[in-house]
């Protein structure tokens, strides 16, 4: 089968043909119709990710869309022909999605959302985990939070604004201004992220602060996170809390933090079936009218992946850009 594979850190990736797999226990052998490319995809492929310890040569891509073609022993939950996503490979060991066909750990995987397309389907499965888990799993968000999303426009941070509000929270979200009207039309209040942090919660919370902040931009807007949570309550959370933060301005308003590494369950083995859950979870969202995910509209093959990866690089797509592979 046709893959393309990363041979060297910071070398052009190689289109391939290489040995069909075949799934072992456990495991489902899925024909990929399409897969996402994330800014991490880049940070790997340059040799910028350590923690994501990747082992050369490998196949790179962790999101996909595609058609379950066999299962392997053991596996009960899918079948030759059902229509699946999920996110699955491209880190560790996995074999990323960026091949003809990928044999995967069942666990991770969930039925594709029946209103979705398969590129639609294929720009979900790290945002939607990502955002699930901070949201859902650690600050249990809910009716009447007032959810505070940093960097709301980004591919976490567009999702992240679909689940508050699906599960009843008032959401508001920063980002520069030339993207506040895309926050709005997503149902939150556009917030400038040049305004300082004591001005928008003073207007927002009248001062209190926020029931949940969640931080996908880290760096200095973690230290704002931290200043915008609501006392004694707030909960902040962070996908990208990987520096030095002085604990100081949560400490002193009584709050908490958690964060949140998505690619633990496939680089450790454990909770992979947590998932598989979020992305069922997630497909059942979508088919209610409740999410939606941003693509942009251009289209990529194996054969033109660099132009994918050039385009992510220049911070100019307008959603997830996906690959083709039908």
């Known amino acids: 089968m046709r893959a393309v594979v990363l041979e060297e850190f910071g070398k052009p990736l190689q289109l391939r043909e290489i040995r069909n797999p075949e799934p072992g226990p456990g495991q489902v052998l899925v024909h990929v119709k399409a897969s996402g490319v994330n800014p991490l995809d880049l940070k790997i492929?340059?040799?910028?990710?350590?923690?994501?310890?990747?082992?050369?040569?490998?196949?790179?891509g962790m999101d996909l869309a595609g058609i379950v073609d066999r299962v392997g022993a053991g596996v009960t939950g899918f079948a030759p022909g059902a229509e699946v996503y999920g996110l699955t490979g491209g880190v560790g060991t996995l074999q990323g999605?960026?091949?003809?066909?990928?044999?995967v750990d069942a666990m991770l995987l969930a039925h594709k959302p029946r209103s979705l397309s398969f590129r639609e389907a294929a720009a979900l499965p790290l945002v939607v985990i990502t955002a699930w888990e901070g949201l859902v799993d650690r600050a249990r968000v809910?009716?009447?939070?007032?959810?505070?999303?940093?960097?709301?426009?980004?591919?976490?941070?567009?999702?992240?604004?679909?689940?508050?509000?699906?599960y009843g929270a008032e959401v508001?979200?920063?980002?520069?201004?030339?993207?506040l009207a895309s926050i709005e039309a997503l149902g939150a209040t556009g917030i400038d992220y040049r305004t300082p942090v004591?001005?928008?919660?003073?207007?927002?919370?009248?001062?209190?602060?926020?029931?949940?902040?969640?931080?996908?931009?880290?760096?200095?807007v973690l230290d704002a996170s931290f200043a915008a949570a609501r006392y004694y309550t707030g909960h902040v959370v962070s996908s990208l809390g990987w520096g030095t933060h002085p604990l100081a301005p949560l400490?002193?308003?009584?709050?908490?933090?958690?964060?949140?590494?998505?690619?633990?369950?496939m680089l450790s083995g454990r909770g992979r079936g947590h998932h598989g859950?979020?992305?069922e979870a997630a497909a059942a969202l979508v088919?209610?009218?409740?999410?939606?995910?941003l693509v942009d509209p251009r289209r990529f093959t194996l054969d033109t992946l660099a132009d994918a990866y050039a385009l992510v690089r220049s911070g100019a797509a307008a959603g997830k850009v996906v690959v083709d592979l039908a």
């Open 198 to 220: 004591d001005e928008y919660v003073e207007k927002y919370t009248d001062g209190e602060g926020f029931d949940i902040v969640y931080d996908t931009v880290g760096g200095p």
């Open 287 to 293: 088919d209610r009218g409740e999410l939606k995910p």
């Open 97 to 103: 999605s960026l091949a003809e066909a990928v044999a």
């Open 251 to 265: 400490s002193f308003r009584g709050a908490t933090y958690s964060g949140v590494f998505t690619l633990l369950p």
């Open 45 to 60: 492929a340059a040799g910028q990710a350590a923690h994501a310890q990747r082992e050369l040569p490998a196949v790179p």
């Open 277 to 279: 859950e979020i992305a």
């Open 142 to 166: 809910g009716p009447g939070h007032k959810v505070l999303v940093h960097g709301g426009a980004g591919g976490v941070g567009h999702v992240a604004i679909q689940i508050a509000r699906a």
């Open 172 to 179: 508001f979200a920063t980002d520069a201004a030339h993207k």
